[in-house]
């Protein structure tokens, strides 16, 4: 099985490197991988033949790459990691995009799954809890500032009530949006994902995808009989049961919601 393979972090950025290279513009090209990570093209080659012993990639020389399924799971764990931790870095600690994404090449390969599992839920709840939100990450960015008073809160409580208050009335009745569960979407409908709900083992597979709150998802193809469902997250398809799909809430706009 692909997770018992050890892998160096290079190793795994070569993989990370084709799914991207693939998902973006249909193949990976040895001249492409190389320029990606700044390295020759006989060292491309060298790592491919390795990748290839391992069983992660399906490669002839003068062929371009691709991934088996295995190195292809692999790739997504990797792209995964990267997601979250610049999400994390970027949207919770408020680094410059550039640093979020150097870091998160660096940490993506030394991070626990349960760490990231963690550090997604916590994005999750900093950006949605009444208590959280953007004006408690505007309030850290005050704090982050130099020579600045951090004794004095009533100000920083005062814009948390009125957000609170902003968020409760777009609940109860958002113009322009609403939210239904996947199964009831039709073939070729676009929305974003608002809440894996309580879905058993779907719902690991979902937050290994990197999708959280606000990511896109369509749905692909409808069986007949409503089930099974194929969607696309991330550029991934998955085909869900459709009591699998009910438990996802997802938004979209009300122009699409009939």
Aim: glycine share 6%; net charge neutral; charged share 30%.
């Amino acid at each position: 099985m692909a997770a018992a393979i050890a892998l160096s972090r290079e190793m795994e950025d070569y993989l990370e490197t084709i799914a991207s290279l693939i998902r973006t513009g249909g193949e990976a090209r040895v001249t492409d991988i190389a320029e990606r990570l700044s390295v020759r093209k006989p060292t491309v080659t060298l790592a491919l033949r390795s990748l290839a012993e391992k069983g992660l990639v399906h490669y002839q020389p003068y062929a371009q790459p691709t991934l088996t399924e295995s190195g292809r799971k692999i790739a997504q764990r990797v792209q995964h990691r990267h997601d979250v931790l610049k999400r994390f870095l970027v949207d919770v600690l408020l680094l410059r995009e550039d640093l979020a994404e150097a870091n998160a090449c660096r940490l993506e390969h030394a991070v626990d799954k349960e760490v990231l599992d963690h550090l997604a839920h916590f994005v999750d709840f900093v950006q949605r809890c009444p208590r959280g939100g953007a004006k408690w990450i505007r309030g850290y960015e005050y704090y982050c500032e130099p020579e600045t008073e951090h004794d004095k809160c009533e100000r920083c409580l005062e814009l948390a009530l009125a957000e609170f208050q902003k968020t409760e009335a777009k609940a109860k009745g958002a113009p322009g949006m609403r939210q239904t569960s996947l199964d009831k979407l039709k073939t070729g409908q676009q929305a974003k994902i608002a809440r894996v709900g309580n879905a058993g083992p779907i719902r690991r597979r979902i937050v290994d995808m990197g999708a959280v709150a606000g990511t896109a998802i369509s749905v692909v193809k409808v069986a007949p009989l409503g089930d099974p469902i194929e969607v696309k997250i991330k550029g991934y398809n998955l085909t869900l049961r459709k009591e699998e799909a009910a438990a996802i809430l997802v938004e979209l706009p009300e122009t699409d919601a009939n």
